[in-house]
């Protein structure tokens, strides 16, 4: 039996929990969010990407009700929230500092919100203990936040904000504080605690790492707009312009002019070398300018010409970075091009094949990499 897949953004008849309509936010002469669209269905997780000062965390900050949209409308279950106050909204924000209370043991900073809303106090108890359960954080409850560690914190940051079941939690780079082997053991945890409350999370981060292991759509924004919104692997395979294959992961970007063959493309892009073949692009005309996008671990890498390559160059390899499990291989072309291609280290005990100024062959297929307008 075939399990079904979450994508409710591909089903015309679901109706999403988030819409931004036309929303723009202006500080003075700055645009920080200019004319954004986008929806998020129920039980996303969905993250928002992008390099500082693109406008996440503005974005964020409307949600949260901390700011009002200059133009346009934000909908949560289909009703406008810009006159909701914050503190009336069904919505919650753990902030990247975590902002526990120092002097409340890690019981009563979860049960805070909850004596505030004056819920009975048996119903309180059992909230908190559930929470504790859920964060795993039964044995700490009488703590106080200095007495657990960062990513203890962190988890009792999210049951206090997880215990007034919000339709949504925005979470504010709540990863960054923690080192990098916890910050990606917590990463799972994350996506564990948001499947099994069902509640919508909104994630801002500039770790595109993150983004793409957590969420089931990550949104690619810049100066204020999002660029393109996508599941982690069409973004990362499928880019929809240098921008977003770029910000991604690493990528070697080459420019020239498109030569349309039939059912392949044709670009003609450095002196002295060979065309690139590859995958058309739909409208592209001869001679328009186009980019070309490939991944370094789609680029094979080998001391002969490779027979039938779609896709071959030669060059010498200019540096090496040894990263454990894999090498990248920066190769200089003849015209001064340098392309990276990337090989699994796959032995215990590696000997390189290639060394510095080893004239080698890349190859690739004609459909490893994607042409791109813009």
Request: proline share 5%.
């Amino acid at each position: 039996m075939a399990l079904d897949v979450f994508a409710p953004w591909n089903d015309p008849d679901a109706k999403p929990l988030i819409q931004f309509k036309n929303v723009s936010k202006r500080f003075g002469d700055f645009t920080a969010i200019d004319d954004l669209t986008v929806d998020i269905f129920e039980r996303e997780f969905f993250a928002l990407l992008g390099p500082s000062g693109c406008g996440k965390t503005t974005m964020m900050r409307m949600l949260a009700g901390f700011e009002t949209p200059t133009e346009g409308n934000i909908l949560l279950a289909g009703q406008d929230i810009a006159p909701v106050p914050p503190n009336k909204r069904a919505v919650n924000m753990m902030f990247q500092s975590y902002a526990l209370f120092p002097h409340l043991s890690i019981w009563d900073n979860i049960a805070f919100g909850l004596k505030r809303d004056k819920m009975p106090k048996d119903q309180i108890a059992a909230r908190v203990e559930e929470m504790l359960r859920l964060t795993r954080m039964e044995k700490f409850a009488s703590r106080k936040p200095h007495q657990v560690s960062g990513g203890q914190r962190q988890r009792v940051a999210l049951a206090r904000s997880l215990a007034k079941a919000p339709k949504l939690l925005l979470l504010d780079e709540p990863l960054g504080a923690l080192d990098k082997k916890l910050r990606q053991d917590t990463q799972f945890e994350l996506m564990d605690i948001q499947e099994k409350t069902g509640t919508t999370f909104v994630i801002v981060t500039h770790d595109q790492e993150e983004a793409m292991t957590v969420a089931s759509r990550v949104a690619v924004m810049d100066h204020g707009q999002i660029v393109q919104v996508a599941t982690p692997d069409v973004i990362y395979e499928a880019p929809n312009s240098t921008y977003v294959a770029d910000f991604i992961g690493e990528v070697n970007l080459m420019k020239g002019k498109a030569d349309p063959q039939g059912d392949s493309l044709q670009m003609h892009w450095a002196e002295g070398q060979p065309a690139v073949v590859g995958s058309p692009l739909a409208g592209a005309s001869k001679g328009q300018d186009v980019h070309y996008a490939i991944r370094p671990e789609k680029v094979s890498i080998s001391a002969e010409k490779p027979v039938d390559a779609a896709n071959a160059v030669q060059g010498k390899v200019l540096d090496i970075a040894y990263l454990g499990n894999i090498s990248t291989y920066h190769v200089e072309l003849a015209g001064g091009q340098i392309i990276k291609a990337q090989a699994a280290n796959n032995r215990r005990i590696s000997r390189r094949a290639f060394t510095w100024e080893d004239q080698v062959w890349l190859s690739w297929t004609a459909t490893a990499g994607v042409f791109l307008e813009r």
